[in-house]
């Protein structure tokens, strides 16, 4: 069955620290992978997405993430983190063979230490 | 485009109250998703539609869950009646198909049922 694991629930980092979330998923065949952003109250905002070509993926922000088929992974990353930055971020696939729809993981919390 | 557009965007009912949640996709825009998110299980994908019509409503809770998109530009959710434990932020979505990459999301509602 397809699958998203996000393996850290909450991240603490300092403002000014680069940044890795761990995304790692299941599914059978290429995948398009999504990271989203959610502060407290908001709705979800698209960060970036891997259809195919370069695996190394730019978003808005200054987030990045590279997809890893060997590792069936999609980290997200950010070199210097802001105060901003403070959210939950969710990793998910679509599933192309299914209306594209999307499964999400279950979500990490970070915080921006000052 | 004004983007996807959900209402109301809070609702409190008591429990055993019908509940009916509406959204507006985005123009163009040929799949609609109905997600669910609660602290216990995430976001779950509840139901998606492909040109009005529902494709997988493998997510519906159970029978006092329905939904419909009787045009292109509108869909509803229903829950009839509503429980305490269907409190959550219920989110659609849409997108203009499998490659289309702009899987957007509505700013959700946030239902309360006492």
């Known amino acids: 069955a397809q699958s998203v694991t996000q393996p850290d629930i909450h991240i603490t980092v300092s403002e000014g620290a680069s940044l890795e979330l761990r995304c790692n998923y299941s599914y059978g065949a290429t995948p398009y992978l999504f990271w989203y952003v959610q502060s407290p109250g908001q709705g979800l905002q698209l960060l970036l997405k891997?259809?195919?070509?370069?695996?190394l993926v730019q978003g808005i922000k200054g987030f990045e993430a590279e997809f890893k088929r060997s590792q069936s992974s999609f980290n997200l990353r950010k070199p210097s983190v802001h105060w901003s930055d403070a959210a939950e971020y969710f990793c998910a696939v679509g599933l192309y063979n299914q209306g594209g729809k999307l499964i999400f993981g279950q979500g990490t919390e970070l915080s921006v230490k000052p | 485009d004004a983007g996807v557009i959900q209402s109301p965007r809070h609702e409190v009912t008591e429990m055993g109250q019908e509940v009916t949640l509406r959204c507006k996709p985005i123009s163009g825009h040929n799949s609609l998703f109905w997600y669910r998110q609660t602290m216990m299980r995430g976001l779950e994908l509840l139901i998606y539609f492909n040109n009005n019509v529902p494709i997988d409503d493998s997510g519906m809770p159970e029978d006092r869950f329905s939904a419909k998109m009787p045009n292109a530009s509108f869909s509803t959710l229903k829950i009839q009646p509503s429980e305490p434990r269907d409190s959550a932020v219920y989110f659609c979505?849409?997108?203009?198909?499998?490659?289309?990459?702009?899987?957007?999301f509505g700013p959700g509602t946030r239902l309360t049922v006492l």
């Open positions: 979505a849409s997108s203009p198909g499998l490659a289309g990459g702009l899987f957007l």
């Open positions: 891997y259809f195919s070509g370069d695996t």
